[in-house]
């Protein structure tokens, strides 16, 4: 852990100073040389960077970086729960707005599926036939 630590260092660093050192000699060849240096069990480059530097630094501000945490979990949450509030407010506005303007629609679909219209049904060769009357059609009256 403590080489990623001292690698993510070296990495933000290495970011300004590819900027302004590639003019300097040999400096590709002494960041390989750092790397191996931190990498290497017999130096343990990156063991004695942490515990020199990082270390002593992280100890002393330790009791800010867990306020920072905190408000940091207390905000994530009061941020969750107030986009949380926002979707459900834009998902039943949209729920409502789609209602009211399908409503026509609807409307229009169910009135043919009304019980007037099933309350009689148009046979095949006769008159109009009631559903649920006891009266069956004759053959005579099938027949016109």
Known sequence: MMYWIIFALFTTAETFTDLFLPWFPFYYELKI?????????????????????????LSSKEQEID?????????SYEAVVQFGRRGLNVAASAAVTAAAKGQGALSERLRSFS????????????????IGSAHAPTQSEGAR
């Open 115 to 130: 019980m007037q219209d099933l309350t009689s049904i148009r046979g095949e060769d006769g008159p109009t036939t009631r």
């Open 67 to 75: 306020e920072y945490l905190s408000q940091a979990k207390d905000r």
């Open 33 to 57: 040389a750092f790397i191996v240096w931190l990498l290497s069990p017999y130096t343990k480059g990156a063991s004695v960077l942490y515990r020199k530097f990082v270390h002593p630094t």
